[in-house]
T-cell receptor
Framework: DTGVSQNPRHKITKRGQNVTFRCDPI?????LYWYRQTLGQGPEFLTY????????KSRLLSDRFSAERPKGSFSTLEIQRTEQGDSAMYLCASSLMYSSYNEQFFGPGTRLTVL | RKEVEQDPGPFNVPEGATVAFNCTYS??????FFWYRQDCRKEPKLLMSVYSSGNEDGRFTAQLNRASQYISLLIRDSKLSDSATYLCVVIHNAGGTSYGKLTFGQGTILTVHP
């Protein structure tokens, strides 16, 4: 499967614990995005990487959140000191910078439940 | 006010019906427009881009009215497999820079029944 992959698919954690999610984009895609989706809402933008550079971060991304894309390939999203409000689906998407349709391909997401 | 607003529905229609979804966006600098489809507990997938001239893909027709900041999606001859959430999506041009980040509406739930 050459699509976007995310691991783990599900994560249950206790409040206050740290969690880390991984995203592997489509191999030639240089743009990578993280979004968060809560029940009944559309996805909300969190952050954007162009190659290894993090070029934009949403105000939703508090100091407890950090994202990296060290070699311009896979990306990680870490949440420190998780809170119940962090429970959501975390979606990763990738695209080609010069794609004429700006189509972003989404991974299956990581569903986080904070108890 | 949300940047992209949609009627969340749900819309319940019989097979073969025609159904229309509407969406409005608040940022006049928005530059690109899309409809994404999201099946239950799945990731969003691009359904179609939306152009000012209107565009059609089989049973699906999308329209954009920039003056009214309004986007629509029409589905003709609904199939059971069309049951999903339809997300209205825009890309803003923020200060001349667009990183392609998507701004989603809440989504409109469609259920097509036999």
């Amino acid at each position: 499967d050459t699509g976007v992959s995310q691991n783990p698919r599900h994560k249950i954690t206790k409040r206050g614990q740290n969690v880390t999610f991984r995203c592997d984009p489509i191999s030639e895609h240089n743009r990578l995005y993280w979004y968060r989706q809560t029940l009944g809402q559309g996805p909300e933008f969190l952050t954007y990487f162009q190659n290894e550079a993090q070029l934009e971060k949403s105000r939703l991304l508090s100091d407890r959140f950090s994202a990296e894309r060290p070699k311009g390939s896979f990306s990680t999203l870490e949440i420190q000191r998780t809170e119940q409000g962090d429970s959501a689906m975390y979606l990763c998407a990738s695209s080609l910078m010069y794609s004429s349709y700006n189509e972003q391909f989404f991974g299956p997401g990581t569903r986080l439940t904070v108890l | 006010r949300k940047e992209v607003e949609q009627d969340p529905g749900p819309f319940n229609v019989p097979e073969g019906a025609t159904v229309a979804f509407n969406c409005t966006y608040s940022n006049s600098a928005s530059q690109s427009f899309f409809w994404y489809r999201q099946d239950c507990r799945k990731e969003p997938k691009l359904l179609m881009s939306v152009y000012s001239s209107g565009n059609e893909d089989g049973r699906f027709t999308a329209q954009l009215n920039r003056a009214s900041q309004y986007i629509s999606l029409l589905i003709r001859d609904s199939k059971l497999s069309d049951s999903a959430t339809y997300l209205c999506v825009v890309i803003h041009n923020a200060g001349g820079t667009s990183y392609g980040k998507l701004t989603f509406g809440q989504g409109t739930i469609l259920t097509v029944h036999p």
